[in-house]
């Protein structure tokens, strides 16, 4: 199961989710917008940035204009929903930089007086450290030098826009920042990985982005320059 969140401060405002087999057939996804939020208005006062308002008001023109796809569920229905799910299909939770969607998730479920997100313990795999370790090669980084993306604090990106940039050589492509469509370019470099027939490491909490696979990749920039 890909999972992805958009959120909202530190809470999950947009859940999407696909299962699928390691050729990328899909046999069950979803788009949730969490009902708690976007029912009650009220409840954007806890977001007070321009950004996040602006944010959340897509889902709003979205709606109005039966645009989206997602459909609107209290966040204890769309819980049981994924929870059901990954005990039916015996799921790995995957995302990219998991240990962000886990945390943000069990904060959103602590918020709504849910003993955290998941039911019990779940094997999960980080997409971002897989995709670090079979695709962050120096071609990757001729890419992203060749490409300008390099970050404000001189480091080479990493994330999933860019990765996905560099599996299809398109160098426009703009994540949509809505869940299920950031679910689907995460499939696509996941079974990327699966390609490459390598075992990879999961466990049962979100791994860390610093780690041994950002300092290597960092490493290599400085010494490709």
């Known amino acids: 199961m890909v999972i992805d969140t958009e959120t909202c401060g530190d809470y999950v405002f947009d859940i999407g989710y696909r299962v699928i087999d390691r050729k990328n057939n899909c046999v069950a996804c979803a788009s949730y917008v969490v009902k708690e939020f976007i029912d009650n ?3 954007l006062d806890m977001f007070n940035d321009r950004f996040t308002r602006d944010k959340i008001g897509k889902y709003y023109f979205d709606l109005w204009a039966g645009n989206g796809g997602f459909v609107v569920k209290s966040f204890a229905d769309i819980r049981s929903q994924i929870n059901a799910l990954v005990k039916v299909y015996n799921c790995t939770i995957c995302a990219y930089n998991i240990a962000f969607d886990i945390n943000h998730l069990d904060k959103t479920a602590h918020m709504f007086n849910l003993d955290g997100f998941f039911a019990g313990d779940v094997t999960t ?3 971002w450290h897989a995709a670090m370790s079979v695709l ?4 990757y980084i001729k890419f992203c030098i060749d490409n300008d993306f390099i970050t404000n604090v001189g480091n ?6 860019i990765m996905y940039r560099y599996i299809t050589n398109n160098v426009s492509f703009d994540e949509a920042h809505t869940a299920h469509e950031d679910c689907i370019i995460e499939c696509e470099i996941l079974c990327k990985c699966f390609s490459r027939k390598k075992h990879f490491e999961t466990s049962t909490v979100g791994a860390c ?5 950002w300092q290597r990749i960092q490493q290599s920039y400085k010494e490709f320059n």
């Open 41 to 43: 208005p009220a409840m």
């Open 209 to 213: 982005i610093h780690n041994k696979e």
């Open 125 to 127: 795999l980080d997409i």
């Open 136 to 139: 962050g090669t120096n071609t």
């Open 156 to 161: 080479i990106k990493t994330g999933a826009e």
